[in-house]
């Protein structure tokens, strides 16, 4: 879905960017979509949560290893918008609590 998605930009304040974790095939693609949407023009600014899903999930990489592969580090710091990045599991509610914390902090603002 990702050539649509830049038809719903102008409506966001906030973007939550799921990646599939289990999927190291697709890490590579994740992050260019990723770099995409950070340096479209009608999300400069916005809140933005990346979420690395499926971590309950065998044989994954850990979160260090995958923010590397990312780039993670020098992606934030060109980054025109603040970016909070948290390890989710759809099964088990993994990070949850946070994800709805997280929530919380940018309806507030
Ligand atoms: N183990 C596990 N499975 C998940 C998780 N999130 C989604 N799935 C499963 O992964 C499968 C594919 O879904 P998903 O990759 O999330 O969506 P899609 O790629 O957009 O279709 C479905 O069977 C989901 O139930 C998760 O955190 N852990
Ligand atoms: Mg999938």
Redesign the pocket.
């Known amino acids: 879905m990702g050539p649509i998605w830049p038809s719903y930009f102008k409506d966001c304040y906030s973007v939550v960017f799921i990646v599939?974790s289990a999927n190291t095939a697709q890490i590579s693609s994740s992050c260019i979509q990723l770099l995409s949407v950070l340096s479209a023009e009608p999300l400069h600014g916005v809140s933005v949560l990346i979420l690395f899903?499926?971590r309950?999930?065998p044989c994954i990489m850990s979160l260090v290893e995958i923010k590397s592969l990312f780039r993670m580090d020098d992606i934030i710091a060109a980054a025109t918008q603040p970016i909070t990045i948290l390890e989710v599991?759809?099964?088990t509610g993994q990070g949850l609590q946070e994800v709805l914390s997280w929530l919380e902090s940018i309806i507030v603002k």
């Open positions: 599939d899903n499926k309950d999930m599991s759809a099964r």
